[in-house]
């Protein structure tokens, strides 16, 4: 029995377990969460260009495009909203496989479930057993695998494909496997991408959920895929991976749930940079100090934080999300590292620019060896009188030992829905996505 076929097992069945309210909770949170992180992002490029390069295919089908009024056929409306989910980078995140299950499994998942007219019970049971696949496959494979690839836009399109099939497929293992079999072979996504200011990064996401898609409404009709393409000799584990750990893969698979364990972000940047934002808030609190008395910031951190944020000149917005001097210059000065952050007039503030010449980043052995399990960071503020403050963090606020609550989550879904879709609407959104197990997804005001 190949892995594929013990996925689809699982996700073949996910729809009829019971006595899973705590799963389901966690469902209806990451759909909250997706939903937060994806509307400011429809008011941006490269989702603003991409729905606009789509024009011909708007005003099809009944699925949802959402934050602008208008609907798709499927694959469509999952690529434009799996791209604007990722776009402000404010989704949510699955540490262990380095990877945001939301922005490509959740647009899959309701681009699917507004065609067939899907119950909101169906729709956050295919989310459960895509995000559930996904990042057990994606665990598997790093660290090794994020050296080369973007694992939203590789391991994205298993949990599409898997979200999709069981709703397209229900209770049918053998074409929710072939679903995934086909959408592995396209799985794609580049780091090189994540490495410029290119608007390639946020497409990762919508292109995987447009494959997980169309692999699932293929399968449906009869398409078939190769069954062992996971840990084939020349499969997705052999070419993306240095010796990923299959034997762990499906253990306690339907008995413990990686949904329950996700990351939801606080900060609208990269999430390698939240450790030392988070230790650079608590010293701003406690010490208190000027950003014109600091002398030098030092942040000791993991080296996969350094080489993907280590940016000391950002020219623009994106290489700022991707600058861990910016941010925690910016976090000191303003002491927060929200969507204004980013603004032109922030990113060239003259007195995060001068700070951000005082900082130092350096690799840690040991929080180097704990990546991706742990994201840890050490930040020292010295002051020109020689006095030093020193903050140490071992888990990111929003990661699973530190989580954000439920009104936390309401707090963030408010404060970036309501200027783009309104108080009135955001709120009545916000308590339907709370009550989706008890309604129909056609009756959730998406917009």
Known sequence: MTLLHEFAAFAAAEPNRTGDSDVMHHAKRAVLDWVASLYPGTRRPPTTLLAKSCQDELGMGRS??????????????????????????FDDIYREAV????SPTIAAALAVAQATNASGRAFLKAIVAGYEISTRVGEALQPSHAQYFHATGTIGCLGAAAA???????????????????????ASGLQQALRSDAMTKPLHAGHAAAVGVRAALAAS?????????LEGSV?????????PLWAQTTHELGATYHIARITHKVHACCGHVFPAIDATLSLRSTCGTAFSAVEQILVETY????DATGRFDPRNSYEAKFGLPFAVS???????VGLD???KERVNDKSVRLLMTRCTLQPDALMSAGFPHRRCARVTVITVDGDQFCESVTHRRGDPESPLSDDDLNRKFDALCTPVIGHTQATKLRDQIWQLDGIDVAEVAFS
């Open 164 to 186: 999709a099939a069981v709703l397209v497929a229900r209770g049918d293992p053998d074409t929710i496997a072939h679903a995934l079999a086909t959408a592995a072979t396209f």
């Open 99 to 102: 990877y945001h299950p939301g």
């Open 303 to 306: 080296q996969a934080a350094i």
């Open 341 to 343: 952050a980013f603004e």
């Open 64 to 89: 949802s495009v959402l934050g602008f009024g208008t609907t798709a056929f499927p694959p469509t409306a999952a690529w434009i909203n799996g791209s604007a989910a990722h776009t402000v980078e």
């Open 221 to 229: 009709c009869g398409v078939t895929g190769a069954l062992d393409i």
């Open 235 to 243: 499969g997705l584990g052999a070419a993306m991976a240095d010796a």
């Open 330 to 336: 910016h976090a000191l000065i303003h002491g927060s």
